[in-house]
């Protein structure tokens, strides 16, 4: 079932990429036998467009975007990036894993130059790294080490780790994920913020409906393993959204039917 | 804004100024204790006659009522002394345990001879060596420490290169992990027949044993250490663009470095084992050569010496290592107060 897009009159700004993922099917082998985790999954993301994928724990959201940060290949079918084929990572499409993944040897700062360092341009951009670490708020903060930030925290500076990059593509693993709930709530506003303010196209994997909902422009849910895209929802509201909003409630419903909780409403 | 009386002034200084009994029980009193049980000692040294032949007790004797004196000095001007008279305060009780173990050893050695007399030589004959025997022992430090110092370094560095190679190449793990299984947990100590017949000279035969001895538990604990780095560093890494160099140097051996302090720990404490066995064997020179010397000639007082000596060097050394370790990892909470 394919809900329809409800007139979609948003333009984005151009720093995004395109994202094309064409009958990609992947598969692990454990123990000699093979598991499927991706049956002929196709999607195509405007650039700039903030999509969120949907579905049960351990369907393969995660593996899709391993796959579309390059860090392994698909068994069949293709990526591609402003139609250049995915062969590997490379910075313009940056991971915020759900864990911050900090490095606990190196301070904030440390961490957020890691990109600019690891492509060797650190020295000539310095400004970037104070800058991006300004606009998560951590300033203060710059000299201290992993240990002493709360989630909240760390989980910005992961954040910032990747804008420093300015990447086309920001693909989120459920980064807010084990986060308190008010703290949630605060970060998805300031990443609403963020892609609003920056235009890269994200790809947000979450198991939060309602996340979902607040952020992205089109909810894609997939299948029980091997995954399948089960419906591609277009959330035609503007931003700021409002979680109280009625067709919001509307459409979480609905995702609920599809996940197959409908009898949670 | 606030305002003071003069009474709260006076009462904050109060403390200092005088010594209540309270304080005698507490800090003062410890530091007094301290100071009388060094005066015991030197007393102890000057009222007797000895049952030997040495001739430092009288000099033991005054020296211990010096420190006594400072002691008591330190004690009761503490409060103006800085960090150094803190020091003291906290040490105090050591100073008197130690105070009052010397007393009972010169006791209980020079003057009633409780314990068999060329075995157990009082703390005179000790202080003896040191000033009429400095030369040679100095030279024997300082051979010890060439040697070992050569072997340890020569060790980690080999066995920290191997770790990280194996650690992170299955190719070279493929070769490499064998002949470590074969031959790393053999006690370096086996190969000394070998190795001094072997090697050119004593010298480079106990640098090789030295190495060995500090190499496999560098080289093991590295290897897990950058074996055990979660992939997900790696995973974060190569998406912000790393490439191998970067993931290796930057990421693998930061990540494995406090296993690489275990290994450089475990490795100076068995080093320390040959070091010694292979002084005493043989190389003619350094402190095990001098224990053996000084065994040779029945000159008990000097193996004492030379054990003070040693023990001191061993745990200086470990002492360095774990300020560096402190120093390079201070990223790390909780770690081990050496």
Redesign the interface.
Known sequence: MVVQSTAEAITYPAVGAELDIEGVSHAFDIDGATLPVLDNVNLSIAPGEFVALLGPSGCGKSTLLRLV???EKPRAGSLREDEARITG???S???V?Q?P?L????TVWDNVA??L???GILKAQRHRVDAVIELVGLSSFRNA???QLSGGMAQRVALA?ALV?DPKILVLDEPLGKLDSLTRIAMQSELVALWQRKGFTTLLVTHDVEEALVLANRVIVLSDRPARIKADIAVGRPYPRHRGDPYLAELRKQILGLLGLEATW | MSTYSVSDATAAAAPRAAITFADLSGSYGVGLAASLAWLAFGLSCLYWPDVGDWSRTGSLGIGAIVIAAFILFGTFSADYLGNAGQALRKRAPWLVAFGAFVTLWEVATAKFAWLPLPFFPPPQAILEVYTDDLPKLLDSVFASIKLQLGGYVIGATVGFITGVSIGWSQKIGYWVHPVLRFIGPLPATAWLPIAFFTFPSSWSASTFLIALATGFPVTVLTWSGVASV?S??Y?????????PS?LVL??AI??A?PHVFVGLFMGLGSSFAVLVVAEMIGVKAGLGWYLQWAQGWAAYANMYAALIVMSLLCSGAITLLFRTRDRL?????GVVKW
Not at chain 1, 103 to 106: E, L
Not at chain 2, 235 to 243: C, H, I, N, S
């Open positions: 940060a390059g860090l990572p490379h910075p499409r940056v991971v894993f864990d993944t490095f606990p040897w190196r890691l990109g360092e690891a492509q080490y992993p240990h780790r990059n | 979660s997900a560093y995973d974060v890494a190569r998406t912000l663009g790393a490439r970067f930057k990421v930061p990540a470095l990892l201070v990223w790390q909470k």
